[in-house]
């Protein structure tokens, strides 16, 4: 399997998975009760969200190795938040 090559923060897979995985939070969340509109569902959004900006700040700092291990931490903390909100949607 022949790879392509990366030019973009949106060439890489990982961006595309967490962005696919925003845009079904938006629209999985668009049915969540009216009284989460304003707490749990802008939680969950913005910090899914979060991960791909934060991964397109990555991509742009990748030549500063400090500063490219500090985006990618915040990448894991906000998909680590994203899935913490996702639990108590659950419940």
């Known amino acids: 399997m022949?790879?392509?090559l990366v030019r973009s923060y949106r060439d890489l897979e990982v961006?595309?998975?967490?962005?696919?995985?925003a845009m079904e939070i938006f629209e999985v969340s668009k049915r969540f009760p009216v009284e989460e509109r304003y707490c749990l569902i802008d939680q969950i959004r913005r910090s899914s969200r979060s991960v791909c900006a934060?991964?397109?700040?990555?991509w742009r700092k990748r030549r500063y190795q400090?500063?490219?291990?500090?985006k990618i931490s915040d990448c894991q903390a906000e998909a680590t938040e994203t899935q913490i909100w996702l639990e108590f949607a659950v419940r």
């Open 2 to 4: 022949a790879r392509q």
């Open 15 to 21: 961006y595309q998975v967490a962005f696919a995985t």
């Open 54 to 58: 934060n991964l397109g700040e990555a």
């Open 66 to 70: 400090a500063a490219f291990v500090a």
